[in-house]
């Protein structure tokens, strides 16, 4: 039952903040500061062929994209086929865009916007200069006509990691590991190396962020220390699940632009349970007090894909349980050890 | 543990409702773009450039920014000082803080861009009257082309709920 609550409320989670996400995602906003010039800031104006348009860069945690705003003043209507654009950066460099509609029709007099993405993030690492190219055309012009923009990089501002850098801000973390070091009355009802099972979300705002967290270390108990449950028989095996509810403050830093560092901390609920071992239920013994989790790690994230982005990495624990006693012994103490981390990024 | 638990769930998206909440900018609704073409000024979107600020009493104020390209062959003088927001008709200043901001007219040649930064600020009672429903303001920037005067005009919105 409780597992059953919180799968549900995780996926609770993930369909809210998703839906956050994805919605802020419609029309990307955010400008790319560094390309945008001291006269034209921003954007790009121009008029060919009978159509105003204004061309601007912009971005999100997922992709650099090229926003078309255009306003038609011919008596026809204009057919733009994004996927015939051209990206060309001053080194030569040349990219299709990846775009979310293959046709673009704006009827005479109307005006439309429309945007199409770079394939890579890392398109822009080094790079001074950016000529768009989109072609357009209408019934009676069928070709000859595009809306074209030239940017170039702003010497004085240098490269912004949010730029060169696809992250996700909201992050699934699933991990295994196990455990290396406990301490205190931990260690004492520990029998052996716990392995140890992770799940958790964090979501960011730039560096900032916060996670939730659920650590588990399922492993055996010292039956020399802890008492069996009420009706079981002295010296039978039992097993010990201990782990951690947490939540709190995530701060992560970028050591390239796919390498990732992150550190965790925040307080939860410590919960520690005895049971006879190779029975999920019957009698057991639980105890329940306040613990603090930190983590360091970092992971690589993998190029995005249409269905999100993953990621790789390494986390070392810390668990502290600051007080519980499980069938008269202490259960308090620190836990320590590392995870292998599966990321999935929206 | 098994109602504590959920509840804290639910209570952790409700916080993270707020966290990404909190990253959206309060805004004057613009929910329309105007990229437009006053003469041979081409005028792009206008857009928020700072987040709504309040002030004293029931007032707010903003920055808003836009670019303008002149594609004519003459040049025009866009007259930043002379810009104003007009608010149930009442005639309040535009104080430009970027590109307009001199008291003499900018000058914008043939084929040359400029990107304009504007500041806004109302009070709720500048036409004698609390702010209670919400309403259209007009931004307008005069100009002139070979001595004829002409004005770019944006409208934006203004939401009750921002001025209390």
Redesign the interface.
Known sequence: ??SI??L???I??AV??TG??TG?MQLPSEEIDEWS???????????TCGL???VSLRRSAAADYVVF???N?TKETVFFKPKDGKLEFGDGKERTPNVYAQEITIPAGQ?G?FFVSFPEKSDFIGQTGLTVEIPFHTQSKMEGCAISAHFNKDPKKPEGEATISDRSDFLFDLSLGSNLLKTGGASKITSGKPLAVGLSVA?Y?KHDG?F?DFTIEPGKANTSVVAPPAGVAAGTALELDSGI?A?GYSYRTYLSHRWTMNFDFGPG?F?SNVNVAGQSSGNSV?A?SFGLEQRVGAYYLFPRSVAGQFGLGLTLYNLINTAGKLSGASSSGDSAGFLVNIKFGL | ??L???I???L??F???L??????HPSWLNP??V???FGNL?V??IEQASLLKKTSGHGVSSVF?F???N?GKDPVSIKGEKSEITFRSTKIPLKCIKSLDKSAPFVLAHD????VECAISIKADASNQLINRDTVAALNVPYEIAKTQNTIQFKIYLRAEDFK
């Not at chain 1, 010039?37 to 008029?47: A, M």
């Open positions: 039952m409780r609550n919180f549900a409320t995780i609770f989670i809210i903040s956050c996400i802020r010039s001291p006269e034209s800031g921003p954007n790009q104006l121009g008029e105003v348009y204004q705003f255009s306003r003043t005006k916007v979501a705002s916060f939730f509810i939540m609920v919960i639980q329940v | 543990m098994t504590k638990q959920p804290a769930c639910v952790l998206s916080a993270m409702i966290f990404l909440d909190s990253c959206a329309e773009y990229l437009d073409k081409i792009s979107n920014k670019t303008v390209k594609t040359a861009t400029v990107h």
